[in-house]
């Protein structure tokens, strides 16, 4: 899969090389690349933003850096080219969920561009929406200062998801909110830490009820923590 990310802050995404996805780059599954914006301005300030039409606060990015940008990435030249997904964090976007990740992990080219400031032209969503599948997305109901750190989440969360990035496959599906359901607490050695047992289903050796019992445990936690997720 190929990723391309664009931000003002391409240091952010540095944490990208560490770990499952660092390992995912090196052997060639996870083309992932950070874009500086900055590389397709052409003033001597190298500027990315300017005031809004029609006032208010803050400042708003201006559209021919994202046009440039998204002119060299979305057509890679290369035969077979498919259209991008060009997804663009925004706390007014469609919430982010394992479902998202699951569905945007099957495509061929993500492009993320990370939106500062008060947010992008909204012609730019416009215009990408000629060179592929437009999705805002938001990681949840909150506001960051800035998309790097919701597109450093989404990525780990979709490249996870890619074929071979994740060593042990099965440690896919027992998780939290694959099956709609929390995950079950887990356990390790010592048996007993600090006057504290560990279930003792969990030592029988009876696999039948140690998964009868971790379901329970699911749906417990999941009626407490979660109830929203039980609902339909
Ligand atoms: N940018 C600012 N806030 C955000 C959020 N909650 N999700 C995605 N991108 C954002």
């Not at 007014?92 to 032209?121: K, M, N, P, S």
């Not at 215009?127 to 109901?141: F, K, P, Q, T």
Request: proline letters at 6%; glycine letters at 10%; hydrophobic letters at 35%.
């Amino acid at each position: 899969m190929r990723i391309d990310v664009v931000s003002i802050f391409p240091s952010y995404f540095d944490g990208l090389t560490l770990s499952l996805l660092g390992k995912a780059r090196d052997s060639g599954i996870l083309d992932l690349t950070v874009r500086d914006l900055r590389d397709w301005t052409h003033d001597r300030h190298r500027t990315v933003d300017d005031t809004p039409y029609g006032g208010g606060a803050g400042m708003v990015m201006k559209p021919e850096p994202w046009g440039a940008a998204l002119d060299e990435l979305a057509h890679s030249g290369e035969p077979g080219d498919t259209r991008p997904t060009i997804i663009f964090p925004s706390p007014a976007g469609e919430v982010f969920t394992q479902a998202t990740a699951r569905d945007l992990a099957t495509r061929d080219h993500l492009i993320f561009g990370c939106g500062r400031y008060e947010g992008i032209d909204e012609r730019v969503f416009e215009y990408a929406a000629d060179l592929g599948e437009v999705r805002l997305i938001s990681l949840g109901d909150y506001v960051l200062n800035g998309g790097e750190v919701a597109v450093m989440a989404m990525v780990e969360a979709i490249g996870r998801l890619i074929p071979g990035v994740v060593g042990n496959p099965e440690s896919l599906v027992e998780e939290s909110h694959e099956d709609g359901l929390l995950e079950y607490p887990s356990y390790t050695k010592p048996s007993v830490w600090r006057d504290r047992e560990v279930p003792p289903i969990l030592l029988s050796g009876n696999h039948r009820a140690i998964a009868d019992w971790r379901r329970e445990q699911q749906l417990e936690r999941t009626r407490r923590r979660r109830p929203d997720l039980l609902d339909d």
